[in-house]
């Protein structure tokens, strides 16, 4: 509250001199950064304006803008705004500064996320490429990764089929190894996408990553450019993640339900949770299903088809419930890491104490879903897949 307060005194201080007509667009961002700190967007974004209305060259006027353009909602006016800072016109050869690298490397960011909310995920993977080039030019390790390489963590990295028990087996990993968590991906799901410079930070070793990427040709050559060798790939019955994920949507407070029509393909109608689970449940076998089927087949092709360039460990929802232990032994051999500390980190971490978890039933789905929608399913199902990881035909 006394902060706020002080923002408000500074506010009112910055406003009774700029009203006298002063041009200063020092004074105006100034004015625009303390009206966004007591929430007051639209004002904010004035002020920025007439900043950069005095100085079009003034950065941080036009990054301060791009901010509150996204918290308002006006994502191709902030796009407009980070574009000033992440390609500047430069006068006379000078040089950035530290301070407008700095600025440029995080518009980048913005723009990354920007273009993944708005579908361009190609845009999106080129942008955060460049974030990542620019805020660290050697791709160095991130933090707590150095220390994990020095106690010989390799890469470990989960690509999984969203609603199969992945963020719960990510929390094993990074418990039993103390690695960071690092996320080399950006898009909307199933059909993520792999940024390069990421993806060698990733291969350095020393970090963990659960990520739902698709076994498309450019994942799986930038996976091989990047450098790293092994993978886990974790699957699931696409009927069962197909029930799961309708169950979970029905559960989400607002806010999360917001993110998820962002980050999914294609995305959740605005009314979908004022449906009742019946017509939740068409909507995801209609819509949700046939990702989850395409996410499963790219990886039955890839493996089927692949020079092994990759060493793949392919692993199942099914297998991880009925021997939680045996999986997670397996998955931590598979990468070359101890396991000593595993029975210690699964009897803390128990499955029905993560927020994901309800009922880990793999039939579940052949008691809810009607005949008509298991056979709908069924025909665009291959066979041949389900017989590989012995899933019901």
Excluded at 13 to 30: I, R
Excluded at 168 to 181: D, F, H
Excluded at 255 to 275: G, K, M, N, V
Aim: with cysteine; proline share 5%.
């Amino acid at each position: 509250m006394a902060a706020r307060g002080q923002a408000a005194e500074a506010a009112a201080l910055f406003e009774s001199v700029l009203t006298t007509g002063v041009q200063d667009a020092s004074a105006w961002n100034a004015l625009a950064h303390t009206l966004a700190v007591l929430g007051e967007l639209d004002r904010s974004e004035s002020a920025f304006t007439r900043a950069i209305e005095i100085d079009p060259h003034f950065v941080d006027a036009w990054f301060g803008r791009g901010h509150q353009q996204i918290r308002l909602g006006k994502l191709s006016a902030a796009e407009d705004s980070f574009r000033v800072v992440a390609y500047p016109q430069r006068c006379d050869n000078n040089e950035l500064s530290d301070s407008q690298k700095t600025l440029q490397a995080y518009a980048f960011h913005a723009l990354g996320q920007i273009f993944a909310q708005t579908g361009r995920l190609s845009d999106s993977v080129e942008a955060y490429d460049q974030w990542y080039r620019l805020a660290d030019p050697k791709l160095t390790a991130v933090s707590g990764q150095r220390e994990a390489i020095d106690r010989g963590i390799p890469p470990i990295f989960l690509v999984g089929m969203q609603k199969s028990a992945t963020e719960y087996i990510r929390s094993v990993l990074l418990a039993v190894t103390g690695a960071p968590l690092v996320y080399p991906d950006v898009g909307t799901t199933p059909r993520n996408r792999l940024i390069p410079s990421a993806a060698r930070i990733v291969a350095l070793g020393g970090c963990v990553v659960r990520a739902h990427l698709e076994a498309t040709r450019e994942t799986l050559m930038t996976l091989e450019e990047s450098g790293i060798t092994r993978l886990a790939v974790h699957l699931r019955d696409p009927r069962a993640a197909t029930l799961s994920f309708a169950h979970h949507i029905a559960r989400i407070d607002r806010a999360e339900f917001e993110s998820f029509t962002r980050y999914h393909d294609p995305p959740l109608p605005q009314e979908y949770q004022t449906l009742s689970f019946e017509r939740q449940l068409e909507w995801a076998i209609e819509n949700y299903y046939p990702g989850a089927a395409a996410f499963a087949l790219s990886w039955f092709s890839a493996i089927r088809g692949m020079e092994q360039k990759l060493t793949l460990h392919v692993t199942t929802y099914e297998q991880f419930v009925a021997k939680p232990a045996q999986y997670f032994d397996e998955l931590l051999s598979f990468f070359g890491v101890s396991t000593a500390t595993l029975q210690g980190s699964l009897d803390a971490l128990r499955p029905e104490s993560g927020r994901n978890y309800r009922l880990g039933d793999p039939t579940e789905w052949t008691r809810v879903f009607s005949r008509s929608q298991q056979a709908w399913m069924r025909e665009r199902l291959y066979g041949e897949l389900c017989a590989h990881f012995d899933w019901p035909i």
